[in-house]
């Protein structure tokens, strides 16, 4: 059973709570935050975030979408640091020895799927959090962890993926491949996978590739013109209503 | 000079009126119909929809854009018939002879830019249009089409274009690869380009040939599975949102 300690009190900006925690995972911890509304009325859906390589669960992408989400749509968001990022260390540039080896661990992306089960199962027990509709949004490394834990995972209801592909260098590097052949068939939740066109790491024909094998019906890839760490102006923007449209369904 | 002449009373249906009407140009007449909100206020900005093949200015699509546009939207929304399409018959099937003939006439392109520019230039006469907020939305036959014709006319300020590329039987059909080799350069508006991934018409890799040959700097691509007539489930709102960011941009 995994627990939630808050480890600090929270802080308030604008209409949003952000406040740090841990999830204890078998003797193992969590590094964790959690973003939620100020005025809340009733049980709120929560996306769960995951950092891109060298990032860490309070870097700028994390902070931004944290606030979009609690401030903008009244939900909880809440990131955890990967493997050997964060205050879990050393890793603050993908170039570091430390990110390859990483990869190199077999273990590392089953550990990391426990992970999230682990950060799931503990924020579940928040009361104003409905745990039955749950997201996740996570693109480049994000989506190296990501998707497997997504197709693990049937609490987690849609997902926002992308900026990972089947061949590039950063495929090369981690041998993200393998996971991928095996976890994208087994992702079933609708899914917007979002990538860049002119991507130096996840090479364009991979990235297609992957989109190809999620096994999700109800799925759509968006393609911007960049690099990897570019963005469309919108793209934020659409992510968050494409969850919404899951997370809070129109009834009909 | 184009002329508009109203061809019908003005039908009510909710929140928008549609009307008949017939531009005039160099003595031909292009049969139109026009949506606009039965509450207006100020300048509204106009959408010009082209229809697919075997379509006319009123087939479901084109009425269910139409309504969308003026009753959610407030904006004016114009179709016109294609050559040899509708009122200017015969084609009410794309396997009838006289669609491939159409196209078979070389300046057929080059006659329904200009019938667009003309529709543009009547339109312009109504003052509670906005015609310098003026965007386009049209795919398959409506993309073979509208590219050119968005490539032609700069008072067009953005387009939702797809379904159609640089290889597929219905390249073959249509010769349509030589005009978007032409003029998909010259689209230099934001675009949002969606295809389907499974389109039997138009193969895969020839509509993300066309969507890279855009000469957008801001563009994007949208896939959904499906063949040439599905639509992603919320493919036409994301549509009308991403013509609303840029018809009425939000003032700093």
Redesign the interface.
Known sequence: MARLDWTADAVRNGGVYERGCAIERQGQVIPGVVWYPAASSGPRPLVLLGHGGSGHKRNERMVLLGQMFAGDYGWYAAAIDGPVHGERGPVSDANEPAYRQMWQRPEAVQEMIDDWKATLEALSTLSALDSTRVGYWGVSMGTMFGLPYVASDPRVRVAVLGKAGMSGPSVQRSGIDTHFKTFAPRVTVPVLFVMQ?DDERFDREGQ?EL??QLGA?????????GQHADN???SFE?AA??LK?YLEPIEA
Chains 1, 2 share one sequence.
């Not at 019906?217 to 013109?225: I, S, T, V």
């Open positions: 066109w297609l989109f190809d019906q109800d799925k759509r890839l968006h393609a911007y013109p469309g102006p919108e659409v209503d494409f449209r």
